[in-house]
């Protein structure tokens, strides 16, 4: 059953491989924790989680998830954001100095398997992309991966599915799509393409879209929830 979608902002960041965020014993780690400290305090938090891209070594991606979706577009104009963005450029690559080189996306999104373990609930890595889905039928796309994701999440491997609608135009393109699937490896994705199997089903991704854009994996390995006060 899919569950209720809740609105993620996904924040994708230059920062440099070499930087030691993961170790708040460090000064990058210590920066990038008051800069989490930061997305938590805002209204309506519910969790966020973070990760390298396995495949872009100088981009880590943090989703956040909060209550409504005005919540988010609130914090970007704010001047918390203003000060976050300028202190996250101390830990971007040469070649990105600006918090213009920061991509901010928002997504309405839904778990579409049991307990999936993607985005931040297990899975060593989380495979992605982002389907540009036509207009007619309005629902063509939706029905595609709820189909999909009974298929797939039987294959040996995969973790669970999740997946929603972009808010944002990506690329000039008005209806997007971001699936995220968990799975044990890239290595078992991988392979999983070049199996008769996949060669059989792939023809249900072509439908009701017009291809694919930033197919990669991120390996989510670090989180925080909402704290629930006691009584």
């Known amino acids: 059953m899919t569950t209720p979608a809740v609105p993620t902002q996904m924040i994708i960041l230059p920062i440099k491989a070499t930087a030691t965020i993961e170790n708040v014993s460090t000064p990058d780690g210590q920066l990038w924790t008051q800069i989490l400290d930061t997305l938590e305090a805002w209204p309506g938090f519910q969790r966020l989680y973070w990760g390298r891209h396995v495949e872009e070594a100088d981009v880590t991606e943090l989703h956040v998830v909060r209550d409504t979706l005005q919540q988010h577009y609130s914090l970007l104009s704010s001047p918390e954001w203003a000060h976050l963005t300028q202190q996250l450029t101390n830990l971007f690559t040469p070649d990105s100095t600006s918090p213009s080189a920061i991509t901010v996306r928002h997504a309405q999104m839904s778990d579409f398997t049991p307990y999936p373990q993607g985005l931040g609930k297990g899975a060593p890595v989380t495979g992605t992309a982002i389907y540009l889905a036509v207009e007619d039928p309005a629902d063509g796309w939706e029905r595609v991966w709820a189909l999909w994701t009974t298929l797939i999440s039987r294959v040996r491997g995969?973790?669970?599915?999740?997946?929603?609608?972009?808010?944002?135009?990506?690329?000039?393109?008005?209806?997007?799509?971001?699936?995220?699937?968990?799975?044990?490896?890239?290595?078992?994705?991988?392979?999983?393409?070049y199996t008769k199997d996949f060669w059989k089903k792939r023809v249900i991704l072509g439908l009701h879209n017009l291809g694919w854009r930033e197919y990669g994996h991120v390996a989510f390995t670090e989180g925080r929830s909402r704290r629930v006060g006691r009584l």
């Open 158 to 193: 995969c973790l669970g599915c999740s997946g929603g609608w972009v808010v944002e135009p990506v690329e000039g393109h008005p209806r997007c799509y971001t699936v995220w699937v968990g799975w044990e490896s890239v290595e078992i994705h991988d392979a999983y393409h």
